[in-house]
């Protein structure tokens, strides 16, 4: 089974954005577990916890993500940021752990102009606080592909790759994978060739067992433009053909792939519009 999905909105509850996914026919989503854009955290109650539980086991979806607030920096310089993110970070774990959601995914960070090592090394100290911190939690932490829009960290592959080599707890983190964002970052997909030079890039460097998911977004800007924009699938600058050798490589096929496609409003479903391009791509 293709575990496909996409991110879906968590208004009026947690567990609606479970119902919405399986609405669309899908198999896997990803959801924010609060306000995405707020430092405001969020307690979850006994309701939040059984609401979910029982959507998941009616929707039949048991793979699930969430996706950090974009508030957090792990390779900010200034204190208090990179202590609110620590503490973000630490918080957003212990809810997935509860929801029993298995993935947490995470941009790196931004160095903030104090240069790549340093940030770099900022990142992997801060899981490392972390993971000191929650040594009972049961979901596994992501680190994203970035565009490297700015100072973001986390465009290369080895720049994760250095990240997961300075985290003592290794096994507790995972890589995802944006098409957008490594396009972006100078990692063609557009031909079969080209695709198969930059999976075989990432296995060498980090590990293909590292993947964990897979983001599938077309990008609205060209190859290496360090430009993170999304656009709907065959619409872009990757293509139609890219997302045909990602749902079809048997080396990813039990990995969840979410949309993160731009969401309208109106009456066009661009999720559902979107989902049955990948699936007509899907070979049986």
Not at 21 to 28: K, L, N, Q, S
Not at 107 to 123: A, F, K, V, Y
Not at 147 to 176: K, P, W
Not at 215 to 233: P, Q, T, V, Y
Request: charged share 25%; glycine share 8%.
């Amino acid at each position: 089974m293709i575990l496909l999905g996409a991110h879906f909105s968590i208004a009026g509850g947690l567990h609606k954005a479970v119902y919405s996914a399986h609405d669309h026919g899908c198999t896997t989503l990803q959801i924010f577990t609060k306000n995405a854009n707020a430092w405001k955290e969020r307690t979850l109650t006994d309701r939040d916890i059984e609401q979910f539980d029982v959507a998941r086991k009616k929707s039949g979806i048991k793979s699930i993500c969430s996706h950090t607030s974009y508030l957090i920096n792990l390779a900010s310089p200034e204190r208090r940021k990179y202590e609110r993110s620590v503490k973000a970070l630490e918080y957003e774990l212990v809810r997935a752990s509860q929801l029993s959601v298995p993935y947490v995914i995470m941009h790196p960070g931004s160095h903030m102009g104090t240069g790549e090592d340093e940030g770099l090394g900022r990142i992997a100290r801060g899981i490392n606080t972390i993971f000191d911190r929650t040594p009972n939690i049961t979901c596994r932490l992501l680190l994203e592909t970035t565009a490297g829009q700015g100072s973001n960290l986390g465009y290369t592959f080895e720049q994760l790759a250095h990240i997961s080599d300075m985290v003592e707890a290794r096994e507790r983190i995972g890589i995802c994978l944006d098409t957008c964002h490594v396009f972006a970052a100078g990692y063609d997909l557009r031909t079969k060739t080209a695709y198969q030079e930059t999976m075989q890039a990432f296995d060498r460097v980090i590990g293909l067992d590292r993947l964990c998911v897979i983001h599938l977004n077309d990008a609205k800007k060209g190859l290496g433009s360090r430009i993170d924009r999304h656009e709907h699938i065959g619409e872009g600058a990757i293509g139609i053909d890219a997302f045909s050798f990602i749902l079809n490589d048997p080396q990813l096929k039990r990995l969840p792939k979410i949309l993160e496609t731009p969401k309208k409003k109106g009456p066009i479903d661009y999720d559902r519009m979107n989902l049955n391009r990948l699936r007509s791509l899907i070979r049986t």
